[in-house]
């Protein structure tokens, strides 16, 4: 409802995204090295190296400014934990015991696995105590966020100004003054064109272009071209049954919930609710769907009678998949227990796709096994024959069966908008001396998505100034529209004072009436400001806007509409984004007054250099 409020990128979300980019070992404390090495920037006293940035990055793109920005997020992070540690911060073994025990890839049956902790440790990092080390400092972040940025609290008087303005809306039309409303108004005889095309000679400049032959030679054509037997197909789907049927089980239950903090005898009374209960709809089936509706405890498919659709092997908890895929259409589970609780469940359905369903797949599949081989055979003798036939492209068309296309005009500088023959190196191919000059085949192109190409010139034009000729048109569209825009801020700015003078208003051609606001706004950023910058004291009021494009548009509002009530839900939402909004300049400050209490320094190596 209040999206906008969300759309300022934040201090904070930089420092969140930092912590969550951390949390798999990002670390640099471990990796300072011996005092004397180069080091990329030192945040009071650590050092942050290369090395520690080259691992943050790892597994991401490296370009410039995304390894910037992670040296900043690292910065951040060393800023917080120097203050967290110089007021005492610490991560209790408990603590840091019970955080590594939740974390999700380290369970087993919702229980803490210590053999996926291991292989966790072994593939990751040299010990135990590295990964712990690194978890601890990453909870001291999180934890001075939480004491620095948590969500401020907003009054209500300040959240309800906030939605009536947010809310208010305008009821308006508009006029809208064009360049080309102008166009009998500017010069546009042939002293005025040709005073342009001189000025702007070298724009008016045709570049060097090229006309092309080529053959195309693709993996997918390959593939098509070869006939899959149904004996083939039948059996790679006898072979695949179990991943190409997708089979799927639809299953409702009756579940009795158990909370995780319930005491044996709790426990116990509940199991045997859940048993009687599965005594009932064992004598009565067919009322499985009604007494889901009156026992069952999850609130997403009671009211469905525990229908919970269509699901995969693996979608649901364990020991629920596990008895859901051992059982048979129309079967009652015995009690089936999971971390959530008791658990009666019926199958419903079970479906999977037929071999007609996915005989096109298959063949598909493959049709693509088999292009491979003889795709690189094809493509071995599409650079054999061009290069020995290379003043022709009759050899490769007559050994490969294919077909001779022709392109458009080619520039050489500005490729074209296609995949194919706007790809740098195979304008660099046709561009060539060899190609163009001796008139000779390309050599093949890989031009990705398992295409090879082999092209030739069949026409070239020189780059070449333009005649006035055959721009005159184009000049005379760029004359209007700089000059008529002139014109056109000229008279909006007069007729915009006559409107506020009370003179003509009535006189205008004005748009049917709209109502905009700022909730849901429907003009521009600009035409919204000056829209809502006319006071509601004395209506109809007046703005004009100055668009790029050359038009001048005047908008005439003539009512002021209050914003509706929100309810409790928005009013909520409204308050917890003000109070974010709070947090991140809280947060902005903090980290100001961090980098002059620990200096951030500049050390003797760059982002590009080798370690």
Same mark, same amino acid.
């Given at each position: 409802m209040f999206e906008f409020v969300q759309n300022n990128k934040t201090v904070i979300q930089v420092i969140l995204g930092a912590v969550a980019?951390?949390?798999?070992?990002?670390?640099?404390?471990?990796?300072?090295?011996?005092?004397?090495?180069?080091?990329?920037?030192?945040?009071?006293?650590?050092?942050?190296?290369?090395?520690?940035?080259? +691992?943050?990055?790892? %597994?991401?793109? $490296?370009?410039?400014?995304? *390894?910037?920005?992670?040296?900043?997020?690292? #910065?951040?992070? /060393?800023?917080?934990?120097?203050?967290? +540690?110089?007021?005492? %911060?610490?991560? $209790?073994?408990?603590?840091? *015991?019970?955080?590594?025990?939740?974390?999700? #890839?380290?369970? /087993?049956?919702?229980?803490?696995?210590?053999?996926?902790?291991?292989?966790?440790?072994?593939?990751?990092?040299?010990?135990?105590?590295?990964?712990?080390?690194? #978890?601890?400092r990453d909870l001291l972040v999180r934890s001075q966020l939480d004491s620095v940025a948590g969500t401020q609290f907003v009054p209500d008087v300040i959240v309800n100004h906030v939605a009536a303005l947010l809310g208010e809306g305008r009821e308006l039309q508009a006029l809208l003054i064009k360049p080309s409303d102008f166009a009998a108004e500017v010069k546009t005889d042939d002293a005025a064109i040709k005073a342009f095309y001189d000025a702007n000679a070298k724009r008016f400049r045709s570049a060097e272009q090229v006309k092309l032959d080529y053959v195309l030679l693709s993996q997918d054509a390959v593939a098509q071209g070869i006939k899959i037997s149904d004996a083939d197909v039948q059996k790679y789907y006898d072979q695949h049954k179990a991943d190409l049927a997708g089979e799927q089980r639809r299953a409702s239950h009756i579940l009795l919930a158990v909370d995780k903090s319930a005491k044996p005898e709790q426990k116990a009374k509940?199991?045997?609710?859940?048993?009687?209960?599965?005594?009932?709809?064992?004598?009565?089936?067919?009322?499985?769907?009604?007494?889901?509706?009156?026992?069952?405890?999850?609130?997403?498919?009671?009211?469905?009678?525990g229908d919970l659709g269509f699901n995969a092997r693996g979608v649901m908890v364990k020991p629920f998949d596990d008895a859901v895929f051992a059982m048979r259409p129309g079967q009652i589970s015995d009690l089936v227990e999971t971390e959530y609780g008791f658990h009666i469940i019926k199958l419903d359905e079970v479906k999977s796709q037929t071999l007609d369903q996915v005989k096109g797949a298959i063949i598909d599949k493959l049709q693509k096994q088999k292009a491979a081989a003889l795709f690189r055979e094809q493509s071995d003798k599409l650079n054999e024959v061009s290069y020995q036939q290379a003043d022709s492209l009759k050899g490769v068309v007559e050994a490969l069966k294919l077909e001779v296309k022709h392109s458009g005009w080619i520039q050489r500088n500005q490729p074209a908008q296609d995949d194919l023959l706007g790809n740098t190196k195979l304008l660099q191919a046709v561009f060539s001396d060899d190609v163009l000059k001796k008139k000779h085949n390309s050599e093949v192109v890989d031009v990705g998505g398992g295409r090879l190409v082999v092209a030739r010139v069949a026409d070239h034009q020189p780059e070449r100034q333009l005649p006035i000729a055959e721009v005159r048109d184009q000049i005379k569209g760029e004359l209007i529209a700089r000059d008529g825009a002139k014109l056109a801020d000229k008279k909006g700015q007069a007729l915009l004072a006559e409107l506020k003078a009370g003179k003509n208003i009535d006189a205008q051609q004005w748009t049917p009436a709209q109502t905009v606001s700022r909730r849901a706004p429907s003009l521009p950023q600009a035409d919204m400001r000056a829209v809502f910058a006319v006071g509601a004291a004395k209506l109809p009021g007046f703005a004009g806007v100055r668009h790029d494009t050359g038009e001048y548009v005047i908008y005439r509002v003539n009512k002021v509409i209050a914003a509706p009530a929100i309810s409790d839900a928005e009013r909520a939402q409204l308050g917890g984004q003000l109070g974010q909004v709070s947090a991140d300049g809280q947060l902005g400050a903090y980290l100001k007054t961090l980098r002059e209490k620990y200096p951030v320094t500049a050390g003797k190596q760059s982002l590009s250099d080798s370690n």
């Open positions: 980019l951390t949390f798999v070992g990002f670390g640099v404390s471990s990796y300072t090295g011996a005092t004397d090495d180069p080091y990329l920037v030192k945040v009071g006293s650590t050092k942050i190296y290369k090395r520690d940035l080259d +691992r943050a990055l790892e %597994g991401q793109s $490296s370009d410039p400014a995304t *390894r910037q920005a992670m040296l900043e997020n690292m #910065i951040r992070r /060393e800023l917080l934990l120097a203050d967290a +540690r110089d007021h005492g %911060g610490t991560i $209790s073994p408990d603590q840091l *015991r019970k955080f590594i025990a939740a974390i999700p #890839i380290f369970q /087993e049956n919702g229980q803490f696995s210590p053999d996926r902790y291991s292989e966790f440790l072994k593939s990751r990092y040299p010990s135990a105590e590295a990964f712990e080390a690194e #978890i601890s509940i199991k045997a609710e859940a048993e009687a209960i599965l005594k009932d709809v064992r004598a009565n089936p067919a009322k499985f769907a009604e007494i889901a509706k009156a026992k069952s405890q999850d609130p997403g498919s009671a009211e469905k009678g």
